[in-house]
């Protein structure tokens, strides 16, 4: 497994944009699919975008379709989820998931490692 750390998360605006991070140790990230998952107050956490192990697929919730970008990099051992035109509804704690698949998942069960979250609010 995996050890996740995310960064980037704070309180911006409607309409702003914010790039989180999420730091991988490990010699074998470069076979793991990362995925973003977030959780807002009350509700349960849901998938949010996936990239592939070698990056050359991603998939989207169709909330972030077309505002979110998922990408890595696997010399930094990083993957990154910039977010653009964010929404009052986007508000959630956001967690870096990793999968040692080589397919792109979706599932919460099939990510084996999880980071501690970091916190995302955007204010009307």
């Known amino acids: 497994q995996v050890q996740l750390v995310e960064s980037g998360g704070g309180l911006v605006q409607a309409g702003d944009s914010l790039r989180l991070s999420c730091a991988a140790s490990?010699?074998?990230?470069?076979?793991?699919?990362m995925g973003w998952f977030r959780q807002a107050p009350g509700k349960e956490r849901e998938f949010v975008a996936v990239?592939?192990?070698?990056?050359?697929?991603?998939t989207y919730a169709d909330s972030v379709k077309g505002r979110f970008t998922i990408s890595r990099d696997n010399v930094k051992n990083t993957v990154y989820l910039q977010m653009n035109t964010l929404k009052p509804e986007d508000t959630a704690v956001y967690y870096c998931?990793?999968?040692?698949?080589?397919?792109?998942?979706?599932?919460?069960?099939?990510?084996?490692?999880w980071g501690q979250g970091t916190q995302v609010t955007v204010s009307s």
């Open positions: 998931a990793a999968a040692q698949t080589s397919r792109v998942v979706t599932g919460e069960a099939d990510f084996a490692s």
């Open positions: 490990g010699r074998t990230f470069g076979r793991y699919a």
């Open positions: 990239i592939s192990w070698v990056g050359r697929t991603t």
